[in-house]
């Protein structure tokens, strides 16, 4: 069966999610809009969205090699990105490495204090409620998800934190902190969703600290798209870049 694109599914800030021809798949479309503090701030970035999807699809693809399950199938081209279909969960969990960003904000944490296990925080997916970080009980009270689900949640959360940042200390990058999400698919299993991008991760240069990711947007730098840029130089291999017809 010849694959083709359906009607528009979700429309969320920076991506799109299309149905297919097939049930269980779907395309999801990285647009170049960016955005910040619940979209209120918002620009377009061109190429953004060709960067992040190829960004992400080389993490799903290290992710399912080291045996976490992904909604990632393949990249079509840049910026297209075929997916399993999932149920996705209205929760935003975030893993923090290094004290950074809302939590200093926050709580009395230095900046840059390192966390051995690593912090694991769940916010509520929400605009109109403006992301509230949530615990198991308001959690459950909800019925976002069950008490198993958040123990896979956060095992699986785990092992992809260990994977991502051994592979990005190799690149020379730190992976200070960042936010993914799951869905479930049709037999109900916990998967990995959405997409592992500069716009979702702190991510900084391991030699200089300098950042390489949306905080560069967030503080209203000009620098953005080089800074994602040097994310997929360092992070894709010379076929990585054949493939892509990346010359950098
Ligand atoms: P925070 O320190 O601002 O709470 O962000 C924690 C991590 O989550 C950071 O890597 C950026 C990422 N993030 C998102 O992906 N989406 C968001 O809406 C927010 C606020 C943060």
Redesign the pocket.
Known sequence: MDLQIGDLLYKGKAKDVYQTNDPELVIIKFRDDIT?G?GKKKDKLTKKGYYNSIISSKFFELLETSRVKTQYIKLLEPGLMLSHRLDMLPL?I?I?NIA??????KFPFKSRQEFEPPII?I?Y?SDEYH?PMLNDDIILALNLSTQEELKRIRAITLRINEVLKGFLKDKDIIL?????EYGKNYRGEIVLGDEISP????LWDAQTFDVL???LF?KGESNVMEAYQQVASRILNSEDKNKWNLNF
């Open positions: 910040a619940d935003e975030i923090r950074a960003g809302s939590l200093v904000r925080q916010d997916k992301d200070t902190d960042f936010k993914i716009d979702t991760c702190r990711d949306k905080d967030r």
